[in-house]
Each structure stands twice: as structure tokens, then as C-alpha cells.
T-cell receptor
């Protein structure tokens, strides 16, 4: 059983607020990822990290930012939330290696009013 | 860029029948192909994976086949049960060490 946790699970908040979505893993994985999942189910990579102090932008442009100060923690921040940010956000982690699977958290469902 | 196609987008089967989901990838250097199952309200969970040096892998009622020449791979679920109902994603790990996911297949198993 993968040990990766996301909080909050659900968040409804007004436009203009600053939001931080938390993601923590206890497996010691160096690689971590953030995906945005739209209502059509597709997974879009928005950020990833190879380890502490490493952050990269993913394939889908996002107004969010991430940080990786500790191996186990990979928070995602929206400085000023807008209705277009409404979506499900999934965090994942994996070990280094060509055939290492990603382990996903259960996601944060974000609604911006 | 690299992409992964997945078909069908929705699939309904009677309980006890088999279900097959097919994926096609574009990067010939891809070497790792995971399959994930996502239940309502949860994150995707790995159910089976296959490396490029293997043509087939089986785990109880689930099997995956890989055809590297044609660049496609398939998930086979036999003796389907209602608890198999979920969204399934295939993935292809590219030469840039990122997993490209297919768009997903919503499987419904009708009791």
C-alpha cells in the first residue's frame, strides 16, 4: 500500500484567495509529480521534481507553483485562485529507475467560486 | 510530441465476460508500460505493468500483452466482476523518463 497523502480532500473557496495544496509521502521517493485531472478523466502533468530543490514544469501550462524543500513534501500553490482553476489535483511519487511505477494520492478536488 | 491513444473510451460488459482495452504509443524508445485503475473518489492505483523485453504478463484475472513492433499494448480482464467497474489508464514511459497516460477507459460491469 502506497503512503502518499493529500490534504485537503475537498476545498471550496472564493476567487482571489491564495491556496496551498499539500502532498506528503513517507516512502522516501525522490521523484514527485502533480497532475491536473479534468472532468473528461485525462491526466495532465503540470509539475514534477527529481528531488530536493528540483522543480520542473510539466506538459500542461499551469499558473500554479511548487516547491521541494524536503524530500517527503511537495506542496502546490495558487497565488490568486480563479474559477478556471477548478479541477481535481493528483499528487504522485516514484523511485528513480527506468521502470519504477508512480504511486498516487487520492487527490484534492478544488472548486473556485 | 509523444502521445498515447486508448480505446474504447467507454466499455460495458456483462458480469463474467472479458474486457479488453487497447493502447497505442508513438515513442519507439518507450520501455515501460503501466496500467492503473481509478475508482470513484480515489487516485489511480497500479494494477499491472510490463517491461519492453516481455511480451505478456499475467496476474490472476488480469493480463497485459505488448507488441513492440506495432507499438501497441492491451489490458485483458477475464471473468469480470462488478468491483472491476472503474476508469482504467494505460501509460507509456518515454525516453525522457516521464509517463504519458492515455485518456482513460470507463469500464462498467453489469451484474
Amino acid at each position: 500500500e502506497a503512503d502518499i497523502y493529500q490534504t485537503p480532500r475537498y476545498l471550496v473557496i472564493g476567487t482571489g484567495k491564495k491556496i496551498t495544496l499539500e502532498c506528503s509521502q513517507t516512502m522516501g521517493h525522490d521523484k514527485m509529480y502533480w497532475y491536473q485531472q479534468d472532468p473528461g478523466m485525462e491526466l495532465h502533468l503540470i509539475h514534477y521534481s527529481y528531488g530536493v530543490n528540483s522543480t520542473e514544469k510539466g506538459d500542461l501550462s499551469s499558473e500554479s507553483t511548487v516547491s521541494r524543500i524536503r524530500t517527503e513534501h511537495f506542496p502546490l500553490t495558487l497565488e490568486s485562485a480563479r474559477p478556471s482553476h477548478t479541477s481535481q489535483y493528483l499528487c504522485a511519487s516514484s523511485e528513480f529507475g527506468l521502470d519504477q511505477p508512480q504511486h498516487f494520492g487520492d487527490g484534492t478536488r478544488l472548486s473556485i467560486l | 510530441g509523444e502521445n498515447v491513444e486508448q480505446h474504447p473510451s467507454t466499455l460495458s460488459v456483462q458480469e463474467g465476460d472479458s474486457a479488453v482495452i487497447k493502447c497505442t504509443y508513438s515513442d519507439s524508445a518507450s520501455n515501460y508500460f503501466p496500467w492503473y485503475k481509478q475508482e470513484l473518489g480515489k487516485g489511480p492505483q497500479l494494477i499491472i505493468d510490463i517491461r519492453s523485453n516481455v511480451g505478456e504478463k499475467k496476474d490472476q484475472r488480469i493480463a497485459v500483452t505488448l507488441n513492440k513492433t506495432a507499438k501497441h499494448f492491451s489490458l485483458h480482464i477475464t471473468e469480470t466482476q462488478p468491483e472491476d467497474s472503474a476508469v482504467y489508464f494505460c501509460g507509456s514511459k518515454t525516453s525522457y523518463d516521464k509517463v504519458i497516460f492515455g485518456p482513460g477507459t470507463s469500464l462498467s460491469v453489469i451484474p
